[in-house]
């Protein structure tokens, strides 16, 4: 994947957009010292080039009642393209499932899923995750307090 040239101004727009998507173009431009007109060219820019790829509300997990939050490593049975590709879109379709990594190391993946309770992750488990196409085997780590959480990318040059 190729990778963008950005200069210090579309920084600034990231930056901003990131802390705040909601911004009006005005706001933006206004915030940023830019003329109305640039300030939409270049975040138009930023959108068509796929830097931005949409703006997404941020939802509260707890607040929703999703207080559990689990990282399960699973190793497959199959390390090949075919046994790869059924177990990532069989796992990317449980609604539970947030993330999918493919990883290095004595496991294949990491998924991180969330869920409401104890009893609501058993029935995740035994009946999707394990359901899974071609684990041989998983290891779960139960997420007792999350620390730190971000979804921004630091910009710096």
Not at 28 to 42: G, I, M
Not at 107 to 126: G, H, N, P, Q, S
Request: contains cysteine; aromatic residues 8%.
């Amino acid at each position: 994947m190729t990778q963008l040239n950005i200069d210090s101004t579309d920084r600034k727009i990231l930056s901003a957009l990131q802390k705040d998507a909601r911004l009006s173009n005005y706001e933006l431009a206004e915030q940023l010292s830019l003329a109305p007109s640039t300030c939409l060219r270049r975040t138009k820019q930023l959108f068509d080039s796929g830097i931005i790829q949409g703006f997404h509300a941020q939802l509260d997990r707890d607040k929703l009642g999703l207080n559990g939050v689990a990282f399960v490593n699973i190793r497959l049975e199959k390390q090949n393209e075919k046994a790869f590709r059924e177990f990532e879109l069989a796992a990317a379709a449980i609604p539970a499932v947030q993330d999918v990594y493919l990883v290095s190391g004595e496991y294949d993946y990491v998924i991180r899923v969330i869920y409401r309770d104890a009893k609501d992750f058993e029935l995740l488990y035994t009946r999707s995750i394990l359901s899974l196409p071609g684990i041989a085997s998983t290891n779960t780590r139960l997420v007792l307090r999350e620390v730190y959480h971000s979804r921004e990318i630091s910009l710096q040059s």
